[in-house]
């Protein structure tokens, strides 16, 4: 196994966000999604970054950059994947954007310079789809924090503890199928998800989908970040939480507009939310819970360590025991039920009965039965959970807290 997800991406023949923009049309939708992420999601509007200075950390393909480009910020890309290099730089010259390519470089996150003073330092530093990986978390934390101005922004995008779940059970899947075919890892990919990969809108293909999730070493249950934990390593380095999605602030509080709060309180306040929303983001559904048992969490997390265990080493016995702990699911979503829509409620009991057929199914063996599951059950094929998150931290200024 590759030590950095960048040496996991070297070893592969393609890159896996390249969606292959040939004209300002095919670049025109991607710029429009991220436009309405950035604005509607997370109060980031295209303006803000007119004459920015962007340190962007592991930008692949260069195509999120290219949008940073056109609003404005003069781009720094540290991508240690040489083979990304030539398709960037094409990127740029092809879209007239070269004059906003201030530096692309090799670096990796522990090993970029470090600048000694503001005028060096960034107005955003942008992170997404891979900083989840870097361990200790500590180290990337504290290095956003010397990188970034003071009421700079830091923009990360990572795998979520609890929306990990269902990523975990197509690993699970994928592997078991695998084992008992013998068949490689695209073409197992294919038997089992191509209706559930047809199922929603995408740009990229289902071999890209393969290698980012389903052989990926990095999606594991290990790497995956507790958001309220990651709010309190950033705050101690000074970095506050300003807006996420899904969101850590629900908005419920109330009082007086010029009241500010401490940044402890704020902290804790996102933490419970969190604590709260952990269905929400296990389902990709509204479950928000009004009331949490002592044993919740224990139990869902002993749930998805469980889940996790079945992807190196499959054991039928340990599956059907799994199956009978998804009454911790049940039980949380029929608490959440005055907080949730109806709809959403049974739709994701659907998902949990699902889920334990799906168990049982793999626990018996036949390979063509997991197959037919996968591709006719369809709690299984339209939910997805929520494992990417995107959360942004602001740089808080001398005396701030």
Known sequence: MSETLYG?????????????FKSTAD??????????????????????????????FGPDAGENSLVFAQWGADCT???????AHPVIREYFQRFGLGARLSAL??????????????????????????????????????????????????????YELCGGFLELMLRVVHARHRALTGLDAVASARALFQTKWDSIPHKRRLESWTMDVLENPFVRL????????????????????????????????????????????????????????????????KHFLAQVEDDFEPRLLALLAGVDGLIDQFSP???????TEMTVLEAGLRAAAPLAAPAD???????????????????AGEAAAIARFCNEDRAFIETWGMP??????????????
Request: glycine share 6%.
């Open 8 to 20: 996991y991406y070297q070893q592969q023949e393609i890159l896996p966000t390249h969606g292959a």
């Open 27 to 56: 670049l025109a939708p991607h710029e429009r999604h991220r436009r309405r992420l950035f604005t509607d999601k997370l109060k980031l509007p295209p303006a803000l970054f007119r004459g920015a200075r962007l340190l962007e």
């Open 77 to 83: 890309l540290a991508e240690p994947n040489p083979k």
């Open 105 to 158: 470089e090799a670096w990796d996150v522990k090993n970029f310079p470090e600048p000694t003073t503001d005028a060096e330092r960034f107005d955003l530093v942008d992170a997404e789809g891979f900083i989840y990986t870097i361990q200790p978390t500590d180290l990337w934390v504290q290095k956003c924090a010397r990188l970034t101005r003071p009421r700079g922004m830091v923009v990360l995008f990572y």
């Open 222 to 285: 290990k790497y995956f970040l507790d958001p309220g934990a990651l709010c309190e390593q950033m705050a101690a380095a000074g970095l506050w939480y300003y807006s996420s999605w899904p969101s850590y602030d629900g908005g419920l509080d109330v009082h007086w507009f010029k009241r500010e709060l401490p940044g402890a309180e704020r902290l804790r306040q996102q933490k419970d939310f969190i604590r709260r929303s952990r269905l929400s983001h296990l389902f990709g559904r």
């Open 317 to 323: 016995e340990r599956a059907e025991r799994l199956a």
């Open 345 to 363: 409620t049974e739709w994701s009991l659907q998902t949990v009965a699902s889920l334990r057929q799906l168990l049982r199914v793999l626990a």
């Open 388 to 401: 990417s998150h995107f959360a942004v931290f602001r740089r808080a200024e001398a005396g701030e807290g």
